[in-house]
DNA sequence: TAGATTGTTAATCGATTAACAATC
DNA sequence: TAGATTGTTAATCGATTAACAATC
């Protein structure tokens, strides 16, 4: 690992999907595997798998590819998946819930320290070992606690206020379910969006555009049917 | 709405927020904004907003701007979210019940048609108003309903098995919560995927690739104060 | 050594931004 | 008409792909 130093977005978003498959192929028992297969594997091109891997510094060997177990790790620690950090989740509805109940936090290195909502008929529960706070309790927690990770789970309206009150807090990372733009309001802040909905409307566009597209064919077709 | 025709992805991508935005401006009661105001709220260059409203046909009006009301509509007909389409949700687990509860399905034309699952305790408890399924009910009740569109909320390692039978079902279109990587194995089908696992990750590269800096950042101080 | 495959530089492609004439 | 702002073309920037010398 040497190079590093402003790595795009483009190769960073890539790197999970690395760490997925060569997770795989370990398990697999798969030992070395070279930048083509790789590529087909993932549907990446070759040049493209050499390109990223090579920001961080070769892990590879000329005439043998790489070696499945330590690129694994090498991504494991680019992705910092070892350094302890500390989250709390806000909002205990529905996905709230399910992201508590859900997420593999531990193979990240991330703790989940403290869920908050403010339904009384929530609070005092417990959800993977943690006991839903609530919501006024925030400051206090926290200021205990330091958390430098905050999952918005909670809805937009009140994301706006809640927002203030954990930059406030000094927390700086989040990951974001809401609809509410964290960054337009704190520049310096980064967020990682899960925006459901949205990713939602992108499908249903190519849906539609499918079928537009099929219309079109048809009545291509069915002009030539008449001209010819 | 004149021009179309291969619109990028990254452009498609940038839709829904727009109709986000837009949304919520006509829901304020704005009229009329320019793309320089629509850029700076939605922390895009001008530049890109015109560039983008255009792939579809100019919407604006020189020396005006653009009507909000009408954009937003525009939009919602691109993103197509009138055209009615049919979805049945696979695995109705902690994620296929937050799904099921949380999203907003029919501002965006579709309609739940069927949850599928193959544990006896959920089997027949309804969600959303509709009814769980027996898994094992799967091809009978899509030879009926023909739904278009699948939302996968199980293990991975039901995935493949589970989209090999939806693929015999004709269906095409996915929004995939799984990691099981469904093109790899069927090219003609369009998947939008929700890996909620990648996207933690990267935030976890951003928190951890800043701790690096900050503590390089401190040896550089450091080594400043010793040598001056 | 010969063959394979990397690391890396150069070429290409696509997406974003800037500029400005057209026009409301 | 003058001012504003679009639609569109050209320039720039960044990301991907191709090519190949280096080397295991």
Known sequence: MAKRDNISMSVIRRLPRYYRFLSELA??????????????????????????????GGFGQQGYGYSVEQLKNEIESILGLHEPKRAILIGAGNLGRAVAAHMAFEPKGIKLIGIFDHDEKLIGTVLRNVKISDMKLLEQFCLKHQPNLAILCVPKEAAKELSRRLYALDIRYYWNFSHYDLTTDYPDVVVENVHMSDSLMTLCYRISDDIEKKQTQTHLQHNKEQSG
Chains 1, 2 share one sequence.
């Open 27 to 56: 398990q697999e028992g798969v030992m070395r595997i070279s930048s083509k297969e790789l590529a087909d594997k993932m549907r990446f091109t070759a040049s493209q798998v050499r390109q990223d891997f090579n920001c961080f």
